[in-house]
């Protein structure tokens, strides 16, 4: 393949960039931390070609702040929701601004086309009655980012050690047991008491979190914390939403 002119600057940043597979463009910036970004992505793209993969910079401002502003939201949900309802969505299409700080103008319309590419393109999920959660293409490609931008905010399953946005958790509300269905339904099996394997509480498999648990999606969305990556632009807003969301989805 057509490497030859690739450094180990090269190469570092497309390891750091491939296990990451989304990043701001402040970040690819701070993991470059040279001059001239442009040039690097295209030796990068040159010597990716013969492989057919590309390092695609965002062409589109838009659809990535827009893409990111919804997993900030549905990380963020109230109550370990890890959905948002679809008026929360496009409430966050109308709060975007670009990196000076400027509103981005995307209608109603434009919004409402991006997140029916999102769920096409498989990054985000909306159930029948509209509310979006992460898909599990999210879940697998995006693990990295999700932990390290919200490393508060996203659960790991208490036995496999994966992203859980969709299981149960302990009824005691200190303990942070949270467990997939299926590893719940695996550990637990015909136990006669089930007890939590982090506190040994029993163990009711009812106080749920992620989508299936609820009838409405959440009311509001809490954005008390900036998100890391970026410095964030947003802190202390709520979404103040309602609207109904939520039912059968795949387990994730
Ligand atoms: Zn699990
Ligand atoms: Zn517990």
């Not at 040039?39 to 990111?68: H, I, K, P, W």
């Not at 979006?132 to 919200?150: A, P």
């Not at 163990?203 to 998100?227: E, F, H, K």
């Amino acid at each position: 393949m057509a490497t030859s002119g690739f450094t180990n600057t090269h190469r570092l940043f497309l390891q750091a960039a491939i296990s990451k597979r989304l990043m701001t463009e402040a970040t690819a910036l701070d993991l470059y931390s040279q001059d001239n970004f442009s040039d690097f992505v295209g030796q990068l793209n040159e010597g990716l070609n013969s492989v057919e993969l590309e390092f695609r910079r965002a062409q589109d401002e838009v659809s990535g702040a827009f893409v990111m502003a919804l997993f900030d939201a549905i990380v963020m949900a109230d109550d370990e929701a890890f959905c948002i309802s679809s008026t929360a969505a496009l409430h966050e299409a109308g709060k975007l601004k670009n990196k000076e700080n400027k509103p981005l103008a995307l209608s109603k319309k434009d919004a409402e086309s991006l997140l029916d590419r999102f769920v096409k393109d498989q990054w985000l999920i909306r159930s029948a009655a509209g509310a979006y959660s992460l898909s599990m293409r999210s879940l697998l490609e995006l693990q990295t980012y999700l932990k390290e931008t919200y490393d508060d905010q996203i659960q790991e399953c208490t036995l496999c050690m994966e992203i859980v946005t969709k299981g149960q958790r302990c009824v005691v509300a200190a303990c942070s047991c949270r467990l997939h269905n299926h590893c719940a339904g695996t550990y637990f099996g015909n136990m006669n008491k089930p007890v939590c394997p982090t506190c040994s509480s029993a163990w009711t498999g009812r106080t749920l979190i992620g989508l299936s648990d609820r009838t409405a999606a959440p009311s509001t969305v809490r954005r008390r914390r900036r998100r890391r990556e970026d410095g964030g632009a947003e802190v202390g807003e709520d979404g103040g939403q309602d609207e109904n969301g939520g039912d059968e989805e795949e387990d994730a």
